[in-house]
């Protein structure tokens, strides 16, 4: 496990010592990061904001409880993470399992940022991608942007998911495979990859 | 005899930098024989590099500001509550030797000072005697009337104290 770097340890201390405008510059630094957690988890458009306040709210209160075992990002994403399956939990909107997910049926975006409509006009892959992600089940996309776009090791994303490596190996193989899958069956590889 | 492509499980590896020297020599000589998962291959090279795609995750430009705005609030409102915290405390200890000035009056002890007692001797005289005879007025048990003060401000207390233990964050919301 990654320790704690010095810089950011510094950058706790005059946090603690009640210099806002460090926080500010944690904020800054790290709002990326947790976009990326909380857009991928949640597709409810208007309360991701929200939520990205609530996650750094709960992490200026809880900051004196930091051990520096992590590193700084690692404890963010957790937090992060967590509030999305409380955010989750409390709408019940249920953790979607492969087991369930049907091939065939189209992916249910109701409140997602790709309607199918927008879809079909965009030619993009990026969008088609993009919407595809949405469809797959939440812990398959969260490992995946944690990989893919904050470039973590599986030991951070497996200790920020509380799951095993092997576990999230296995989401992430999986949930590649399922993308690449249903992207061919629904716009062929001609027309898809080109 | 029918050709063996490579797995899925073998391009992500591939691509993860996940193989040892000796699985990876193997996946390059098969893909130099074989178009079918050259294609395949390309096709998770695209899926990678859309995976890698930043767009679309951005917050407003005074997210951060807007965060520390609400702590500053936030912090304000707690200070605020702090100090409406104590008031029960002080209303407490206040009936407690409010009833005490009422049941036993104040003493006069010949080493305090004389200025002091002439003191206290006006403050019971602007305050408790005006409630001593209301309260005769009224027709109104001194003693009830104190007692349910004391249970009210106990209740409001211990009513400050659970709300105060509910608000500690817990390690398990984390």
């Known amino acids: 496990m ?25 904020v800054e630094g790290h ?24 996650v750094f709210m709960k992490v200026y209160r809880n900051l004196r409880r930091f051990r520096f075992e992590s590193k700084l990002s690692t404890w963010i994403a957790r937090i992060a993470y967590n509030t999305c399956l409380t955010y989750l939990e409390a709408k019940r909107i249920p953790l979607a399992d492969e087991e369930t997910m049907d091939f065939e049926k189209p992916v249910d975006v109701r409140h997602g940022s790709f309607a199918p409509d927008r879809l079909f006009e965009s030619r993009d892959l990026a969008d088609r991608i993009k919407y595809e992600i949405e469809g797959l089940p939440v812990h398959f996309r969260t490992a995946l942007t944690l990989y893919h776009l904050d470039e973590m090791s599986y030991a951070e994303i497996s200790d920020i998911m509380h799951m095993p490596e092997n576990t999230i190996k296995s989401h992430m193989f999986r949930g590649r495979r399922m993308l690449k899958e249903r992207l061919i069956a629904k716009y062929g590889v001609e027309d898809l990859w080109r | ?26 996946v390059e000589t098969h893909l130099e024989v074989c178009e079918h998962c050259r294609d395949n291959l390309r096709q998770y090279q695209l899926l990678y590099e859309r995976l890698g795609d930043d767009s679309g995750f951005s917050l407003p430009a005074d997210f951060a500001a807007g965060v520390v705005s609400r702590i500053e609030s936030e912090s304000a409102e707690n200070a605020s509550s702090r100090v409406w915290s104590v008031i029960p405390g002080f209303a407490f200890i206040a009936a407690i030797i409010g009833t005490l000035v009422y049941f036993f009056g104040i003493p006069s002890h010949s080493h305090v000072d004389s200025s002091l007692t002439v003191f206290f001797d006006k403050i019971a005289a602007v305050t408790i005697t005006p409630i001593k005879g209301f309260l005769t007025a009224l027709n109104i ?5 104190v007692a349910s003060v004391l249970i009210l401000l106990s209740i409001s207390i211990l009513d400050l104290a659970l709300k105060h233990a509910k608000r500690r964050p817990s390690s398990m919301c984390l």
């Open chain 2, 141 to 145: 048990d001194p003693q009830l009337l």
């Open chain 1, 31 to 54: 709002q990326r990061l947790v976009s990326h957690v909380v857009f991928r988890m949640i597709s409810d458009g208007q309360d991701r904001e929200d939520v990205c306040q609530e």
């Open chain 2, 1 to 26: 005899m029918a050709i063996e492509h490579l797995t899925d499980e073998q391009f992500q590896e591939y691509l993860d930098g996940n193989l040892a020297d000796e699985s990876r020599s193997v």
């Open chain 1, 2 to 26: 990654n320790a704690c770097p010095p810089e950011s340890k510094a950058l706790i201390d005059r946090i603690l010592g009640g210099d806002d405008r460090a926080f500010k510059t944690l």
